[in-house]
């Protein structure tokens, strides 16, 4: 990330993208039975930032803001798309000599970390005439400037709705930002109806119906397509490291090294339940059962131990934690039980194994 925020290269453009929380209109003077209203507004913001020859104020570097004010609830991959093709029009008559984009988000799955969000990202080149890539921030780790712009927004509104101005529907909403809260060059404001979103659900649909499930993604923070028809997944944005994906159910996933000699895939993994695991968390491992399996997340539900000097308790109450299939190190072979105090005790093996696991995984973050 550090990277693309100090990139000096003009014709790649660094887009953050979330969705705000829903605005909740109100009104100063409203009566009682208003409170029980929930009419509402869906704001998404576009925060670009790029290298803008003899533009800017840090450098030539530029920032501007596109927010979006719609009055279509739902927060999908098809509405995201509508959103994003009415941000890209703008963003290509302001900055025409930009070829490329960047997009940074959060994980949410609902919205961006999706089969068919990235089926759609599969075709930026030939909608937009724009090439993309996608990266995904840690968990809890999402925020960025689209927040800021969110609440100065939602906040500016609810002001002036509070000093009597008359604010009660997404239109009008967007009608007050355009007046008196557009800034040229630095924030600018667009409104995306109903029926937009609409047209672009049914013109998608059939793209949909064509893609398969991507697994794994849960995992990974890297997407880059390589065409139409498949994508470079990477665990983290900067790994040279990639798992090549194709999209399409008349498809199979191939193994990269049957088509680029020299790279290093992490190979499936069939897990149990009722097998005990060596886990990474943090920089320490930590042992569990296994007691669920979600092969479509790529994770598995444990029942955790905990330790007790050299050797492994289970905890009072009990605990149960989610991993993904990559933050398992390797399957240990059922504990001794010491005492009545039930206290559990791992082979020396096991336990030198797991830590060899887990000295080689903190080592190659």
Same mark, same amino acid.
């Given at each position: 990330?550090?990277?693309?925020?100090?990139?000096?290269?003009?014709?790649?453009?660094?887009?953050?993208?979330?969705?705000?929380?829903?605005?909740?209109?109100?009104?100063?003077?409203?009566?009682?039975?208003?409170?029980?209203?929930?009419?509402?507004?869906?704001?998404?913001?576009?925060?670009?930032?790029?290298?803008?020859?003899?533009?800017?104020?840090?450098?030539?570097?530029?920032?501007?803001?596109?927010?979006?004010?719609?009055?279509?609830?739902?927060?999908?991959?098809?509405?995201?798309?509508?959103?994003?093709?009415?941000?890209?029009?703008?963003?290509?008559?302001?900055?025409?000599?930009?070829?490329?984009?960047?997009?940074?988000?959060?994980?949410?799955?609902?919205?961006?970390?999706?089969?068919?969000?990235?089926?759609?990202?599969?075709?930026?080149?030939?909608? *937009?005439? =724009?090439?993309?890539?996608?990266?995904? +921030?840690?968990?809890? @780790? &999402?925020?960025?400037?689209? %927040?800021?712009? #969110?609440?100065?927004?939602?906040?500016?509104?609810?002001?002036?709705?509070?000093?009597?101005?008359?604010?009660?529907?997404?239109?009008?909403?967007?009608?007050?930002?355009?007046?008196?809260?557009?800034?040229?060059?630095?924030?600018?404001?667009?409104?995306?109806?109903?029926?937009?979103?609409?047209?672009?659900?049914?013109?998608?649909?059939?793209? *949909?119906? =064509?893609?398969?499930?991507?697994?794994? +993604?849960?995992?990974? @923070? &890297?997407?880059?397509?390589? %065409?139409?028809? #498949?994508?470079?997944?990477?665990?983290?944005?900067?790994?040279?490291?990639?798992?090549?994906?194709?999209?399409?159910?008349?498809?199979?996933?191939?193994?990269?090294?049957?088509?680029?000699?020299?790279?290093?895939?992490?190979?499936?993994?069939?897990?149990?339940?009722?097998?005990?695991?060596?886990?990474?968390?943090?920089?320490?491992?930590?042992?569990?059962?296994?007691?669920?399996?979600?092969?479509?997340?790529?994770?598995?539900?444990?029942?955790?131990?905990?330790?007790?000097?050299?050797?492994?308790?289970?905890?009072?109450?009990?605990?149960?934690?989610?991993?993904?299939?990559?933050?398992?190190?390797?399957?240990?072979?059922?504990?001794?039980?010491?005492?009545?105090?039930?206290?559990?005790?791992?082979?020396?093996?096991?336990?030198?194994?797991?830590?060899?696991?887990?000295?080689?995984?903190?080592?190659?973050?």
């Amino acid at each position: 990330m550090k990277i693309l925020r100090t990139s000096k290269d003009s014709a790649t453009a660094l887009v953050f993208v979330d969705y705000g929380q829903n605005y909740s209109f109100v009104v100063q003077d409203a009566i009682q039975s208003y409170h029980w209203n929930n009419s509402q507004a869906t704001i998404h913001p576009f925060f670009v930032r790029l290298w803008c020859p003899n533009l800017g104020e840090e450098g030539n570097a530029t920032y501007k803001t596109y927010f979006i004010i719609s009055d279509e609830r739902s927060h999908d991959a098809s509405t995201f798309h509508t959103f994003r093709t009415m941000f890209v029009e703008k963003l290509k008559i302001d900055f025409p000599f930009i070829t490329k984009l960047i997009y940074v988000s959060d994980g949410t799955a609902a919205q961006y970390k999706n089969t068919h969000n990235l089926m759609n990202l599969l075709f930026h080149r030939d909608e *937009y005439g =724009l090439e993309a890539e996608w990266h995904f +921030t840690a968990t809890s @780790h &999402g925020k960025s400037e689209c %927040d800021a712009m #969110s609440a100065v927004v939602k906040s500016s509104i609810r002001l002036k709705s509070l000093k009597g101005q008359l604010i009660t529907t997404p239109k009008s909403m967007f009608d007050v930002a355009v007046k008196e809260m557009t800034e040229p060059g630095r924030l600018e404001f667009i409104y995306v109806t109903k029926d937009n979103v609409t047209e672009t659900k049914a013109r998608l649909q059939p793209r *949909y119906d =064509l893609c398969k499930i991507i697994y794994g +993604t849960r995992a990974c @923070h &890297g997407f880059r397509p390589v %065409d139409k028809t #498949s994508l470079k997944m990477f665990k983290y944005s900067a790994n040279e490291e990639f798992k090549l994906l194709h999209a399409y159910k008349s498809n199979t996933e191939i193994s990269g090294e049957e088509e680029l000699a020299g790279v290093q895939l992490h190979l499936e993994t069939i897990f149990k339940v009722g097998n005990y695991y060596a886990v990474r968390s943090g920089r320490f491992f930590q042992i569990g059962i296994m007691i669920q399996i979600n092969n479509y997340e790529r994770e598995g539900e444990l029942l955790m131990m905990k330790r007790s000097g050299k050797n492994w308790v289970f905890p009072h109450p009990e605990k149960t934690e989610h991993f993904n299939y990559e933050d398992i190190l390797c399957q240990l072979q059922p504990p001794t039980r010491e005492s009545i105090k039930s206290i559990y005790k791992f082979t020396k093996e096991d336990t030198v194994l797991a830590t060899e696991k887990m000295k080689l995984s903190v080592s190659n973050q």
